[in-house]
């Protein structure tokens, strides 16, 4: 199998695992969604499904990390923080799904010990040029709260627009527009009674 076969197997994986996770994608599925026999996937990832699985995770995560280190550097300096955290949920909206919270919750005790903490700093090395962001707008006072949580309701937010269709007829981009207002600004009304 050549470089371009490896990638077609990751492509396919990651949109199978990305959909249904890893307990739910076998080997016959990857090779199912691209025509090709099972043995032939082992050529690449002789440990199987674990090995593939992980490969996947470098590849989308480290995709990420980049993406994110792009934006970061085109839009923080010049526009602040909410427009780089707006430009960066438009660009994970354009990309398949990737579930981190299902990932976490669900996956990652699938796994071997050495796999699990590697993903955890696959994560932690995905999210760090945002992190950057959120601890610079910390030191120069401009959030409320502590940024670790507040980084992660973002990922919440934004990774739950990929379902938004289930629940409304927005359009991604005014789900993410309406979950940026919320974000920054809350969701009541200014002078609305609270309860």
């Not at 082992?42 to 980049?66: I, S, T, W």
């Not at 909206?93 to 579930?99: D, G, K, T, V």
């Not at 789900?175 to 974000?183: E, G, I, P, R, S």
Request: aromatic share 10%.
């Amino acid at each position: 199998m050549n470089s371009k076969a490896k990638e077609a197997v990751l492509v396919a994986a990651e949109l199978l695992f990305m959909e249904r996770g890893f307990k739910s994608v076998t080997l016959d599925d990857v090779a199912l969604a691209l025509k090709m026999k099972k043995a032939s996937l082992y050529y690449h990832f002789p440990e199987g499904k674990e090995q593939l699985f992980m490969a996947v995770l470098e590849k989308c995560f480290d995709n990420h990390r980049k993406h994110y280190a792009l934006i970061v550097n085109e839009n923080f300096d010049k526009f602040g923080l909410q427009t780089t955290l707006v430009e960066i949920g438009k660009w994970i909206c354009s990309q398949p799904a990737m579930n981190t919270s299902r990932l976490l919750a669900n996956d990652t005790p699938l796994l071997n010990k050495k796999n699990r903490k590697r993903i955890f700093s696959m994560i932690e090395s995905m999210v760090q040029p945002i992190a950057e962001v959120f601890g610079k707008s910390q030191s120069q006072n401009l959030l409320s709260d502590d940024p670790k949580p507040l980084l992660g309701m973002y990922f919440c937010l934004i990774e739950s627009i990929h379902q938004s269709h289930l629940y409304t007829d927005m359009s991604s981009e005014q789900v993410l527009n309406l979950f940026m207002k919320v974000y920054f600004f809350g969701a009541l009304k200014t002078g609305s009674p609270s309860r």
